[in-house]
């Protein structure tokens, strides 16, 4: 499952490619056709991500909003299969295309690949694109050209797609979401509202010298896993204690923090979860902008991998120099492996349906 940062991510390529036009939105598949028409040629104003939910505001194609009301919010949640998959006509610059393997392999929490291997694709009927890799993903680059997109015709479809957004230059399929639904802003607004901070958000804006929103300060999240003896380790997947956070940051964060995942979160000192908070942030931020999660430190990147079974791919897997994907996390999908640190085997157990893993030895 996506976890925020390639969230966040998805919401930057779909305002690159497609803020400020106005959009052809069908559902190929046809179980959209009816939150498609409320949306289809109407302008794509922005999108933007709240921990794992991604929102695209449209507004009337004949000028700003005037009212509220103007305002429709497509809303989507990726879920376990969910993907997008993006084709261009070669005018685009770096899209990224987004989302969970086909084929349900273990967990599923393989890292999205395929953001940053450019593609890219030959002017006219894109069909190509279909060919492009295993999970159906496909980047697309290129230098910006002035003549191209008048006379391009778009791939067909490919699978069952909930959602097809067209641009001038590009299309953005979306298949198999979890959620996929047209809101008024203030539905969207009460969803956000269900949610506990957000630490790309809030990092955001601490980078960018701005005042964070105080829907995104920390001690929100300080306060929520002190608040009840529920482990530490079950409060981080909670969206409602902090938003974004998916199965590999939990581990790995918590690893970092040498926490046991079953302290109750009570007994956890305010400080140190400020700590894991501001550790989360820069690994999330760093996630955000590679693509890939990386949360070893170069000393600990000695051979040990990830069981074979459960091999993570990661954006950055093509990039000369990244880290490799089996010397990035030290405990997430390394069962019954060495400790990176202390040589003792990686412990899994599944907790809620989702594999927890950690090291006994230095988490306690
Ligand atoms: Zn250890």
Partial sequence: MPEGHTVH????????????????????QGRFAGGAALLDGRVLAGASAWGKQLFVDFVPADGAATAPDDVRVLRVHLGLYGAWTFA???????VHAIGAPRRRIGETETVPRGADEPVPLPRGDASPASASGPEGDVGIAGSPDEDAGTDWVPPAPRGAVRVRLRGVHAVA??????????????E???????????????GDAVRAGAEPEPHDDPERFVDAVRRSRTPVGTRLMDQSVVAGVGNIYRAEVLYRARLDPYRPGSSVPAEDLRALWD??????????????????????????????????RQNSDAVPGAVPSDASFYVYHREGLPCRVC??????????????YWCATCQH
């Fill in 279 to 312: 550790d989360l942030t820069a690994l999330m931020l760093d996630g955000v902008q590679t693509g890939a999660i990386v949360t070893t430190l170069p000393e600990d990147r000695v051979p040990g991998g990830s069981t074979g079974r459960h091999r993570v």
């Fill in 9 to 28: 991510r998805l919401a930057r390529a779909l305002t690159d490619l497609f803020a400020g036009q106005r959009l052809v939105v069908t559902s190929p």
């Fill in 343 to 356: 040589g003792n085997p990686v412990l899994v157990r599944e907790v809620a349906g989702r594999n927890l």
């Fill in 88 to 94: 261009g006509d070669g005018s685009a610059v770096v």
């Fill in 188 to 202: 969207a607004r009460a969803v956000v509202a269900g949610l506990g901070p957000d630490p790309i958000r809030w």
């Fill in 173 to 186: 399929d979306l298949t198999a979401p979890t959620t996929c639904e047209v809101l008024s802003p203030d």
